[in-house]
């Protein structure tokens, strides 16, 4: 017999990264620029500070919420990064990555048929979670020439009055986009014209460049008691396998997520969130480090996309850049560059239609690496180039 | 200037147009930033890190706690200058605590080290005491590991 898959799940399509990994893994000698996580271990002091907690026997279940200890110290931190001030008991929770925290958010707000805004290219899991929670997944298309911001005037066109959340993402993965505190301020406006909910995943805030700083929308008038805040210590503090995410909101949101959080998870693992302390209470000269180091090598890999021809903009943030290719569709020159070249990159297309025309190449790898990536991406683009005069 | 020397400190011998496209910078640039940091002493000088393990097995490292009496004109400087002049003397501080100078030497074997606090360090005037400690083993000199490789497996690609 068949067993037969729930529609809405059978209905999902799968990952397109998923697709290109197997690819990928099939091959020998890649070098890979398709990796969206850092390319450092855990700072020491972190896995220090978490080795030292295992062996104190520190193995059981934690609160539902999460350590409150650990939720002090996000309520701490969010309020030092963010000027945002969180009731540490009722208004945190801990998480098993930002991921969960999106799934939870989406669940605890969503009857069937609702819909949730999301601005495109956009995180893989955006879409297929809005499906499950039986949301309407609804795209905002965004472009290189806007910087990959969402403009006011797109998010106004596209409310209809099953509208509930809007989804966030800055710094973006994919395209790197950042937005302005003046940016932001025309989004809150229609957020709460339109009483929409929002929920904004910073997970890259720490990550930004030029000097710049981080605003969070939640820190605008009248926004934070319409917001979900989520973050984690997965990018800032190359924490990916460690599984540490949080969600700021309300208590009655934090109370109705947690219910769903505790029936199906229990609780993040608790090595998890006693290396989430560390780093989050000592981390910052840490964070610092890596992030002038993404920096630089963002330098290096911009100058050398657009020495070669494929036009990309400096990103404020994250550690992707996005550049745009010619002549062939996105999964045709992410495919062809992996064959002929041994060079991965994610096809745009991964992260939503309006990805088409670009790929997404991560600078969370190191420097070696990148020079021989863009070594022989420039190979293949004047070889492509003169293949097809046309681009 | 600061990434700059960050890169020199982390490898100076990095190719200028590398660095160069890290900072956003032309090589002209980099060069004369470069020259003008060596030109001010602000880069004394560049350096390799050597495995002693694989070259010059034999040559011996100590660490030697020296304390002085500081001389009425010259203060401590006068003393430790004396000191840092010998050959074998490879670094040389002035610390706080319980002695004042903490001098690294390099000698060919254990006979010349010792020679030289017998003979050399112990005979100067403002010298009181000292305390020699040989190496046994580097694990990390200047940042760079000696011993221990860490390598982990990244999936090849993920979101």
């Not at chain 1, 955006?126 to 005037?153: H, K, N, Q």
């Not at chain 1, 309006?354 to 070889?383: D, N, P, W, Y």
Request: aromatic share 8%; charged share 25%; glycine share 8%.
């Amino acid at each position: 017999m068949s067993i037969a898959i729930a529609d809405h799940v059978r209905n999902i399509p799968r990952s397109g990264i998923r697709d290109f990994f197997e690819i990928v893994q099939t091959m020998d000698d890649v070098v890979s620029l398709g990796i969206g996580e850092p390319d450092f271990a855990t700072p020491w002091h972190i896995r220090e500070a978490a080795i030292y907690a295992l062996e104190r026997g520190r193995t059981g279940y934690t609160s539902n919420l999460g350590l409150p200890r650990l939720r002090r110290s996000i309520s701490d931190y969010v309020c030092r990064k963010f000027g945002l001030a969180y009731e540490p008991l009722s208004e945190v929770l801990v998480s098993v990555g930002v991921s969960e925290a999106i799934d939870l958010a989406l669940r605890a707000l969503l009857n069937p048929g609702d819909e949730v805004l999301y601005h495109e290219p956009c995180y893989v899991s955006y879409a297929p979670s809005i499906t499950l929670a039986r949301g309407v997944a609804r795209a905002i298309e965004t472009s290189a020439e806007d910087g990959f911001r969402l403009a006011a005037s797109d998010l106004e066109a596209a409310i209809t009055p099953r509208s509930r959340v809007l989804m966030l993402n800055f710094p973006t993965n994919p395209t790197g986009a950042t937005m302005d505190p003046a940016d932001l301020e025309e989004i809150a406006a229609v957020c709460i014209r339109h009483d929409l909910v929002v929920m904004t995943d910073e997970i890259y805030s720490e990550l930004i460049f030029d000097g710049g700083t981080h605003t969070s929308i939640a820190s605008l008038p009248g926004m934070k008691e319409r917001t979900v805040f989520l973050h984690g210590v997965s990018k800032a503090f190359a924490m990916t396998g460690w599984r540490i995410g949080f969600a700021c909101a309300p208590a009655a949101l934090i109370e109705a997520m947690m219910k769903i959080h505790q029936y199906a998870i229990l609780c993040a693992p608790i090595m998890g969130q006693d290396a989430a302390i560390e780093a989050l209470e000592r981390g910052d000269q840490s964070v610092e480090k890596m992030r002038k180091e993404y920096e630089l090598r963002r330098n290096f890999i911009t100058g050398s996309l657009n020495d070669m021809g494929l036009d990309c903009h400096k990103p404020k943030g994250a550690f992707y850049v996005f550049p745009k290719v010619f002549g062939l569709t996105s999964k045709e020159f992410s495919l062809r560059l992996l064959s002929e070249e041994k060079v991965a990159v994610v096809p745009g297309t991964a992260f939503g239609a309006s990805g088409e025309g670009h790929v997404r190449c991560s600078f969370a790898t190191g420097l070696e690496q990148i020079k021989v990536a863009m070594e022989r991406m420039a190979g293949f683009v004047m070889r492509l180039r003169s293949q097809a005069p046309a681009g | 200037m600061d990434d700059l020397i960050d890169l020199l400190q982390q490898n100076a011998l990095m190719p200028r147009p590398d660095m160069a496209r890290l900072l956003g910078l032309d090589v002209d640039a980099v060069n004369s930033a470069i020259a003008k940091l060596e030109a001010d002493g602000v880069v004394l000088g560049y350096q390799a890190i050597i495995n002693r393990e694989k070259w010059d097995a034999d040559k011996v490292t100590a660490i030697i706690e020296v304390k002085i009496t500081p001389e009425r004109d010259g203060g401590f400087d006068r003393v430790a200058a004396r000191i840092a002049k010998f050959e074998e003397v490879q670094s040389c501080y002035l610390l706080s605590g319980g002695y004042d100078l903490l001098i690294v030497i390099e000698a060919a074997n254990l006979r010349t080290a010792a020679a030289f606090v017998a003979e050399k360090l112990s005979t100067i005037d403002a010298v009181q005491a000292t305390a020699t400690h040989f190496r046994l083993k580097t694990y990390k000199e200047n940042g760079t590991f000696h011993h221990f490789a860490a390598a982990a497996d990244r999936l090849a690609v993920s979101p």
